[in-house]
């Protein structure tokens, strides 16, 4: 059965510290793994990654694959309060029809 | 100008009680699905529909019944409500059923009592 850990399942920092989110996960037939962002309601879409070794960025987070060793990392840097969030990974295998989502690392950012 | 809508945002409702759950997706995607997120917060996926074709049907109790009227819409139908289904139901859609990423609705607060 397709699984996605996630961890820490919790964070709290400060505000300018940098950040390391981590997802591990097996899958028949991986295909894609993306990261989601979710505030009070829909999660948002972060990255998608396919490729291992390809650093994928948007300001100041950023997010790299490693298909060998069957994880990624979301990085964020110089964090802020509205970066307080819970992050979810999810993995897709290669038919495309199963999203399959870690439980989520809560983020906490204090002032 | 919501991609992916669905209504309504908030549900309270008796046990026992049929009530549906509306979704429609403007972004002209193929795939659409229900997700169901309980109070651990954790995503699982409940259908996924494309072009109106049941893919996946995961283990979901007969009380819920998806309908797709066409690919832009795919509304949720519970039967028979109980107190554990209280729950955020999320739709989504992605362009193709080939991994791409997914852009969610806004979720449907079901509270049954």
């Known amino acids: 059965e397709d699984k996605v850990v996630q961890s820490p399942l919790s964070l709290v920092v400060h505000e300018g510290d940098t950040v390391t989110l981590n997802c591990s996960y097996e899958?028949?037939?991986?295909?894609?793994l993306l990261w989601y962002k979710q505030e009070k309601k829909a999660p948002t879409f972060l990255f998608m990654l396919?490729?291992?070794?390809i650093e994928k960025k948007s300001g100041r987070l950023s997010s790299i694959l490693d298909k060998k060793e069957l994880f990624s990392i979301l990085n964020i840097t110089a964090t802020q309060t509205g970066d307080s969030a819970v992050y979810l990974c999810?993995?897709?295998?290669?038919?495309?029809?199963?999203?399959?989502f870690g439980p989520g690392t809560r983020l906490s950012v204090l002032p | 100008d919501t991609a992916v809508s669905q209504t309504p945002k908030y549900l309270v409702t008796q046990m026992g009680n049929d009530k549906s759950i509306k979704c429609e997706q403007n972004l002209g995607h193929d795939t659409m699905y229900w997700y169901k997120q309980d109070s651990k917060k954790f995503l699982k996926i409940m259908f996924s529909y494309n072009n109106k074709e049941l893919i996946i049907n995961e283990t979901v109790p007969n009380r819920f019944s998806p309908k797709s009227p066409d690919k832009a819409h795919l509304n949720l139908h519970i039967n028979s409500l109980e107190l554990g289904d209280s729950a955020v139901y999320f739709c989504a859609s992605s362009q193709d059923w080939a991994g791409t990423e997914a852009f969610f609705g806004q979720g449907t607060r079901l509270t049954v009592v």
């Open positions: 899958v028949t037939n991986f295909r894609s």
């Open positions: 396919t490729s291992s070794g």
């Open positions: 999810a993995v897709v295998d290669n038919y495309g029809q199963n999203f399959v």
